[in-house]
């Protein structure tokens, strides 16, 4: 029940360093670059409203553990990624007090804390001769395996048994196929999720440890789980899918980053083809995913396209089309930084402006959905269904909506059908969620209504019930 309660949220993903400061807020402080900025759990525990004014009702933190404190010619460990200690919280972010009261806030908005934790390395600064002492528990170089960076993705043991990084900042890549190391993770992620209350995991680097590693680890977690499968063929992911529940969808954002923002554009029924039938050739079930049109190691959509219109699609995709959707902080803000660091810019810097346009036509999209969900148990559950395709766009339906797609950008314009499903003695009113025009189908099934779409904008009807 744990894996339906994740189904129905929307999930927003934060980096502790860069979100939000512990006592009060410095719009003016630095806001960029590859250093600690000052970010804390506290002062996420003080920002919950903005999340819940959003209408997110979950948050995904950083990992939590103690990092190198060495500064590098690629920064600080601000992210988290580059593990000291796994017994020992990361003192920039706070107290181990702080990380409990953070989730116990969270809990008692009844929302839901996921935490980000990395399995496959511990991280070393420079190329020199390596202190293995101030590592805890893996303290000896037998618990690493050879320093040897991975050369090719698309080979699993290059993949698995490879150090990621460079000999600016090494990975050093534990021996995971261990099965004391494996017994230390698993008593370790119990410890971890019943000391702070986590309801769920980000497991990052995914493809770097052999998939047998899975299993024991995530029954000993007892929480649901996301894995980080950076790739972007839905086989690929799919047969991760076989030792953990869900995965980020890689798949789909390559797909929606060649629709929407990458020139040339590709037909929104190519983007039909791969984005949900392949995807559901491959994946057993795709309602599970975790979406997402940016995250801390992509350039943001607007980095990649201006067109307003375009944006506004990505983001009605990701809220709409099967899956868990994740907001990356800032996006609600119309951040438009490229390669990391640039897209991990501190969200103080924004003011946390919640009259921001683009904070407000997200509010409404989540909160719509969440309305869609309380109304219709099985949204989360239900396929999407297409109802009109063509080479700009795509429609379809999922209970209680229908979600328009468009990718001919600000200066197209279409007109297409659309066949409406009316329940069994009553009439079908859908209403935009935008303007609040109405569209009435009539009781003779199936029923027709013609869709005009504006300037390549996005639609979304759904039944005019929910705004109320
Ligand atoms: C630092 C600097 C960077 C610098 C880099 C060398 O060092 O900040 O500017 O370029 C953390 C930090 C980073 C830091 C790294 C290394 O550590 O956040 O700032 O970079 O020190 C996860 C996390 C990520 C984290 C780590 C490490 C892992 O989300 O934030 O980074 O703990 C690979 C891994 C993946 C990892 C990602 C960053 O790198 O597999 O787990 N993410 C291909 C490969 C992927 C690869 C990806 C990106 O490129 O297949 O395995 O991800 O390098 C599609 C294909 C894909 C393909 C893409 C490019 O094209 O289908 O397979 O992905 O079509
Ligand atoms: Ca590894």
């Given amino acids: 029940q744990s894996t339906q309660r994740w189904k129905s949220q929307c999930i927003y993903q934060i980096l502790t360093d860069r979100f939000a400061f512990s006592d009060e807020d410095h719009s003016n402080a630095p806001s960029t670059g590859r250093m ?9 525990a003080r920002k919950l409203d903005y999340i819940q004014a959003l209408g997110c009702t979950a948050i995904w933190i950083s990992p939590i553990v ?7 010619d690629y920064g600080q460990g601000y992210h988290g990624y580059w593990a000291q200690d ?3 919280v990361n003192p920039h972010f706070g107290t181990k007090q702080d990380l409990i009261h953070l989730v116990k806030q969270v809990h008692d908005r009844n929302m839901l804390c996921m935490v980000d934790i990395v399995v496959n390395h511990m991280a070393h600064a420079g190329s020199g001769e390596i202190d293995y002492s101030k590592y805890c528990p893996f303290n000896s170089e037998a618990d690493y395996h050879p320093r040897k960076y991975v050369q090719n993705y698309d080979d699993t043991v290059d993949c698995e048994t490879g150090w990621l990084g460079d000999d600016t900042v090494g990975l050093m890549d534990i021996r995971t196929e261990e099965p004391r190391v494996q017994k230390f993770f698993q008593n370790w992620i119990r410890d971890l999720v019943q000391m702070y209350h986590f309801d769920g995991l980000r497991i990052d680097t995914v493809k770097h440890v052999h998939r047998e590693f899975y299993p024991p680890f995530i029954e000993a977690a007892n929480v649901f789980t996301f894995g980080e499968v950076f790739h972007g063929d839905p086989k690929f992911v799919g047969d991760y899918l076989r030792y953990m529940p869900s995965s980020i969808n890689y798949p789909l954002y390559y797909q929606i980053r060649k629709a929407f923002a990458q020139l040339p554009r590709m037909s929104m029924k190519e983007f039909y083809e791969k984005a949900v039938l392949e995807a559901r050739a491959n994946i057993p079930d795709t309602t599970i995913l975790g979406n997402f049109i940016e995250n801390h190691d992509v350039p943001r959509i607007l980095n990649m ?3 307003s219109s ?3 699609n990505t983001l009605v995709t990701l809220l709409y089309i099967d899956g868990i959707p994740i907001v990356f902080q800032g996006q609600e803000q119309m ?5 990391d ?5 501190a969200l103080w810097s924004s003011q946390y402006d919640t009259t921001h346009f683009m904070f407000n036509v997200l509010s409404k999209m989540i909160h719509v959905r969440q309305s869609l969900i309380e109304k219709f148990p099985d949204f989360c559950t239900t396929l999407s269904r297409c109802v009109y395709l063509d080479d700009y766009n795509f429609a379809f339906e999922r209970p ?3 979600v328009c797609l468009c990718n001919g950008g600000s200066n197209s314009n279409f007109q297409y059908p659309v066949s409406v499903s009316v329940e069994q003695g009553s009439v079908a009113r859908l209403m935009d969620i935008w303007t609040e025009e109405i569209f009435e189908a009539s009781p003779s099934s199936p029923s027709t209504v013609n869709l005009i779409v504006d300037a390549g904008l996005p639609k979304v009807l759904v039944q005019s019930s929910i705004l109320r």
């Fill in 335 to 339: 951040f438009f930084g490229g390669d």
């Fill in 341 to 345: 660091p640039e897209n991990r810019n």
């Fill in 310 to 312: 375009l944006l506004l």
């Fill in 400 to 402: 209680g909506c229908i």
């Fill in 305 to 307: 396209t201006s067109d």
């Fill in 66 to 72: 103690k990092n190198i404190e060495d500064v590098t």
């Fill in 86 to 88: 796994l017994l020992d």
């Fill in 36 to 44: 600690y900025l000052g970010g804390t759990w506290r002062g996420i």
